[in-house]
């Protein structure tokens, strides 16, 4: 019989990634990673029952399909030397999705992922674009907001603490390059159609929990969406507040004529420092990837002409 899940050992971390069947608190339908904790906060990241960046649906969403990918068979590739992980989910029945989503010990505080599909049905998404949507339901954070970098406040490039009130609604934060001009139908969630009034400039978002920061950073913005679910992770255990769900969907255009591709990120959980120290986090990502990288400039935009 095989492994269900893993875990991915760091210098600081404890990663257990898994498949969607349930085991002890963790519940059926739910992949990705079970769970993390640090040396230096043993407080789990993610609600314990479900996890962080599950594949949770296909977009364009319908409720005819809403089996996958959740609940749709998930195997566990562990790689020698067990620092390498991979869920491989064969096609799905009606999307006829293939996916794989790698995990890879990249630091003492990193995980580097990757997520890769093979449309074996591009007509199915016949909207023109086919989307790729992760949920992460953070665990009882005192502080329920994303930062991202973004220019639209202030004619200024700076950092904006997000925090929606409504599930649902101004949810969806593109790429300042993105015209996003996708066409939705009825059934598609607001996490990902309503969109934010705010665009990022740079594909990363920071979380806060206690004294640590979580940071999910991606190689290269097209096709990315920051989504943020404000109640989406249920209620605390003293039922005084909702958890909230840190996602982001991933979406190609044209799917007949990419019925392939990826997209490679990194998740980075460590003692918060200082917001300079996760964009020398960034920056080192996108080296390691081969790519050069300046740190940003911060303050009024230029104007042109």
């Not at 990315?224 to 909230?244: A, H, K, L, W």
Request: glycine share 6%; net charge negative; hydrophobic share 35%.
């Amino acid at each position: 019989m095989s492994a269900h899940f893993h875990t991915l050992k760091t210098d600081e971390l404890s990663v257990i990634v898994g498949d969607n069947t349930a085991h002890k608190q963790h519940v059926a339908g739910y992949n990705g990673i079970w769970q993390i904790s640090s040396v230096h906060d043993a407080r789990p990241v993610y609600v314990p029952r479900v996890s962080g960046m599950n594949l949770e649906f296909f977009a364009p969403f319908s409720k005819t399909v809403e089996v996958e990918p959740r609940k749709h068979p998930v195997d566990l590739i562990v790689h020698e030397p067990a620092r390498h992980v991979t869920l491989h989910q064969a096609p799905s029945p009606v999307a006829k999705v293939e996916s794989w989503i790698d995990y890879q010990v990249a630091g003492p505080c990193h995980i580097d992922w990757t997520y890769r599909y093979k449309l074996h049905a591009p007509e199915h998404f016949d909207t023109g674009y086919a989307g790729f949507f992760f949920a992460s339901y953070i665990h009882w954070p005192d502080n329920k907001a994303i930062y991202v970098i973004s220019p639209d406040f202030f004619r200024a490039l700076m950092w904006i603490q997000y925090c929606p009130p409504t599930q649902g609604k101004d949810s969806a934060i593109t790429w300042v390059d993105d015209s996003y001009d996708l066409t939705f139908e009825p059934l598609d969630h607001g996490l990902y159609s309503s969109r934010a009034p705010l665009r990022y400039e740079i594909p990363l978002f920071l979380g806060r929990l206690g004294d640590m920061a979580l940071a999910v950073m991606f190689e290269n913005p097209q096709g990315v969406v920051i989504c943020y679910g404000m109640t989406g992770g249920s209620f605390v255990e003293n039922q005084s507040d909702r958890n909230p769900a840190w996602d982001f969907m991933l979406y190609t255009k044209n799917p007949s004529e990419n019925p392939t591709g990826q997209w490679r990120a990194r998740v980075v959980y460590k003692k918060f420092v200082s917001r300079e120290d996760i964009l020398l986090e960034y920056q080192q990502f996108q080296n390691s990837l081969g790519h050069k990288w300046d740190l940003p400039r911060f303050g009024p935009l230029q104007k042109q002409g």
